[in-house]
């Protein structure tokens, strides 16, 4: 069995969690590289809850994949530093990754139907790790199985352990990979979607399922979603991803109160508000993120960006700081500052459209439409 991540492992057993440095997955395809995620760099305490965000393809699961060491075995290249506990990870090879997965770092998938067995009874499913990574015989395994059930609100788990997954609802599937998940008392637990495929009212009890699991345990979590709603509340920090770059970084109540970012504030206006009339026009942020095998030149947003300038597509922002340590952000002319300001007004004065995918957008009509739903 490949050594598992002890105390005597770490460099600092009183610093981070997990530290991610200049994280860069590349994937090679006949177009040519694709930067899935370029340059990410992050730090999660103990016990706290990250919160990544951004559309579909902005590099956020990939980002999830790439520090648990989840990627295909070729055409494919990660460089950067991941340090778990202190300890250097990125070149574990993947016999040494096992004995991360489960005890160390878990993973909650987007769909349950494609990460459960659909031939494999739950109750194997489950026990399959505790047998593996805690040594524990059938009997302990077993009952540890059913205690898992009830614990994340299975109804009759002794009865639920011997069905398949094809037996049980949406809800309950992602219950009984949730118990996967927590099954070795993870210290890290990454949320890929973990209820995109859900009713409103179950996406409601899941997370808060988790959020009471992450109390009780002093688990830290990253909850990876597009949906800006979703770790309102929930994440004490929150990272903003667009074209495989963490584009605003805060804590939760710094990004709400004063957002740099024109992406996040787009997509914070693409949420549903409960004051508005039936039939309201819902928001949504012109054009699609850019070909990351061909990227455009500048900022990768200011072909979409209401607030862009001739600047914008010719220099890329770096990542600065902004009022506070814990705040940075990419942008040239960020929201609720005076530049920002003056780009927006100029741009409305002068009738400047966004050309996004070819489609005109007056910045006018942009600015002015009322928020709805996701993007």
Not at 165 to 187: D, E, F, T
Not at 286 to 297: E, I, K, Q, S, V
């Amino acid at each position: 069995m490949a050594r598992r991540i002890t105390a005597t492992d770490s460099a600092d057993p009183g610093g981070p969690l997990l530290e991610v440095t200049d994280l860069k997955t590349h994937f090679l395809t006949p177009r040519g590289r694709v930067r899935a995620v370029d340059g990410v760099s992050l730090t999660l305490e103990r016990g706290r809850t990250l919160g990544i965000v951004g559309e579909s393809g902005s590099g956020k699961t990939v980002l999830s994949r790439s520090i648990m060491g989840l990627l295909p075995k070729s055409n494919v290249e990660r460089t950067g530093s991941i340090k778990y506990e202190g300890t250097e990870i990125s070149g574990y090879s993947q016999s040494e990754m096992q004995s991360v997965w489960g005890p160390e770092m878990a993973m909650i998938f987007q769909d349950p139907m494609t990460s459960l067995n659909p031939v494999m009874k739950i109750g194997r499913q489950i026990t399959e790790s505790l047998r593996y990574h805690l040594d524990m015989d059938k009997a302990e395994a077993h009952e540890l199985a059913v205690s898992l059930l009830k614990s994340v609100g299975i109804p009759e788990p002794a009865k639920r352990v011997k069905e398949y997954p094809h037996q049980l609802s949406g809800g309950m599937r992602q219950r009984v990979v949730i118990a996967i998940a927590l099954a070795c008392g993870p210290k890290l637990l990454f949320g890929d979607e973990p209820t995109t495929a859900l009713d409103v009212t179950v996406q409601a009890q899941i997370l808060n399922l988790l959020d009471a699991q992450q109390r009780e345990r002093f688990m830290a979590m990253i909850l990876v979603t597009h949906d800006l709603g979703v770790v309102a509340g929930r994440a004490h920090d929150i990272a903003v991803m667009y074209a495989g770059k963490i584009v605003e970084k805060a804590s939760a109540k710094t990004l709400f109160s004063s957002m740099r970012m024109p992406y996040t504030e787009a997509l914070l206006e693409s949420i549903p508000k409960l004051e508005h009339k039936s039939h309201t026009r819902l928001a949504s942020i012109p054009g699609r993120p850019p070909d990351l095998a061909n990227p455009p030149r500048g900022c990768l947003f200011a072909p979409r960006c209401r607030y862009a300038q001739p600047q914008c597509l010719e220099e890329e922002p770096p990542l600065v700081e902004g009022d506070t340590p814990d705040h940075q952000y990419r942008c040239h002319f960020p929201v609720g500052t005076p530049a920002g300001d003056e780009a927006l007004a100029r741009n409305k004065a002068e009738g400047r459209t966004i050309h996004a995918d070819d489609v005109e957008v007056d910045v006018s009509v942009a600015t002015s439409a009322p928020a709805g739903g996701a993007s």
